[in-house]
């Protein structure tokens, strides 16, 4: 719960605010100056007496069509000083935090428990939430989004939420993102921060494009840049905005509704997309891969397949430089430790340092020693104690999943 920012007690209103997750919706609403506290809770449904565990079993029975009783919304008790804020500026904050026309959900959390609603007091909340709604309804048309689907009732049994919900994104940073709303503008509105300026699709690559599509202040943004961007040796372009929109004249097949969300784009056209990221590298890169690679190679990548002997890519490339990783980029082995071992594979005595992992492998039989690339996971080959020396291994690796970067002249 959001503490006052003055000792004074002067007169306050409240008004009940529901905008999917209560966590973003406090700390939105607490950066308006006037607003005194905020505080997470449940209303709107018909239990007097509900708990987080119940909204959610409540939920769960409602949407397998188990139960009709009408459940809670998570909702934020917004007290704030008239003198200094009104009631419209509170409520066009609230327009503008997020996306009121999703119906039961709220970016990645669907339910009528993640549903938008203002619940009023008194006859002149109501008139005022009707007649913002109103107002926002028509600059969302002109943006091209359907109709607001917020409901505006009577207050029905407000509930509290649990100690640790209060305050949850201050004392856990690394909570949920969103992106912040439509960006869609309260008609002469002066709370409104315009958008980022949209990417120029002239800067960038119109055949193949990722687009990291950020939020500021988001602990998962940063750690996707730490863990991911901060190491790009792909071939693909990778870029990031603020903006939650494409570039002019390139479409996404839907909203972006949570951060990171990362895009592949063909021909200006969205393909693909990532929607967050928590930390796994590996299931980032595969879904990647997913989208680069040929058949023959996720079979080999995803599904621990193995090339025919003598089939595969690169049996008999001697030139300078590396073999990399075909999603990565990231090096592998260096030419100068292949050596010919008649296997019908090509075999390496020594891989980059740190560019791969073992793995012990059983799936035969016979226990065998799986070897991976470290950067993004997938099935390399294996590893045998019959190569030459210094190392006298042979690691024995499928080409079609080797890419090779000759060295520069």
């Keep these: 719960m959001t503490q006052p920012k003055s000792s004074q007690t002067p007169q306050t209103n409240i008004i009940v605010l529901g905008m999917g997750c209560f966590w973003g919706a406090e700390k939105r609403l607490s950066e308006l100056d006037g607003v005194t506290n905020v505080e997470s809770g449940y209303a709107g449904g018909d239990d007097p007496k509900a ?26 008790k917004v007290t704030y000083q008239p003198d200094i804020v009104s009631l419209e500026t509170v409520l066009i904050k609230f327009w503008e935090s997020h996306n009121p026309t ?33 107002t926002y309804q028509t600059a969302l048309t002109q943006a091209g989004y359907p109709r607001i689907t917020t409901e505006i009732a009577p207050l029905k049994h407000y509930i509290t939420a649990e100690t640790y919900h209060q305050d949850y994104l201050k004392k856990n940073p690394n909570g949920y993102c969103g992106l912040g709303g439509t960006n869609v503008s309260y008609p002469n509105s002066n709370t409104h921060t315009p958008p980022p300026a949209l990417l120029n699709s002239k800067d960038l690559n119109s055949q193949r494009q990722l687009i990291v599509f950020e939020a500021k202040d988001c602990a998962y943004c940063e750690k996707f840049k730490q863990e991911i961007l901060n190491h790009w040796q792909s071939d693909v372009a990778i870029t990031t905005t603020l903006n939650p929109n494409p570039p002019k004249d390139w479409t996404l097949e839907k909203p972006l509704f949570a951060t990171p969300t990362i895009v592949l784009f063909e021909q200006g056209k969205e393909v693909s997309r990532y929607t967050g990221y928590n ?4 299931r980032f890169w595969k879904w990647l891969g ?11 990548a995803f599904e621990e397949g193995t090339e025919r002997p003598f089939t595969g890519s690169h049996l008999d490339e001697t030139r300078p430089g590396y073999f990399v990783d075909p999603i990565t980029g990231a090096k592998l082995f260096r030419s100068d430790t292949k050596f010919k071992s008649g296997t019908g594979w090509p075999s390496f005595f020594n891989p980059v340092e740190g560019a791969i992992t073992t793995h012990v492998d059983k799936t035969l039989g016979v226990e065998r020693i799986e070897v991976r690339s470290a950067s993004s996971g997938i099935h390399l080959g294996h590893v045998f104690n019959d190569g030459p020396a210094p190392t006298f291994k042979r690691y024995c690796i499928n080409g079609n999943v080797l890419k090779f970067v000759a060295d520069e002249e």
């Design 51 to 76: 708990n987080y565990q119940e909204v959610l079993n409540l939920e769960k029975k409602i949407r397998a069509g188990q139960q009709t009783e009408r459940n809670h919304a998570e909702v934020i």
């Design 102 to 134: 999703q119906g039961d959900r709220q970016g990645n959390d669907i339910g009528t428990n993640y549903r938008s609603a203002i619940y009023y007091q008194t006859n002149h909340e109501k008139k005022i939430s009707e007649q913002t709604k109103a």
């Design 290 to 300: 997913q989208r680069l690679l040929t058949p023959e190679q996720r079979k080999i």
């Design 279 to 282: 930390g796994d590298k590996t």
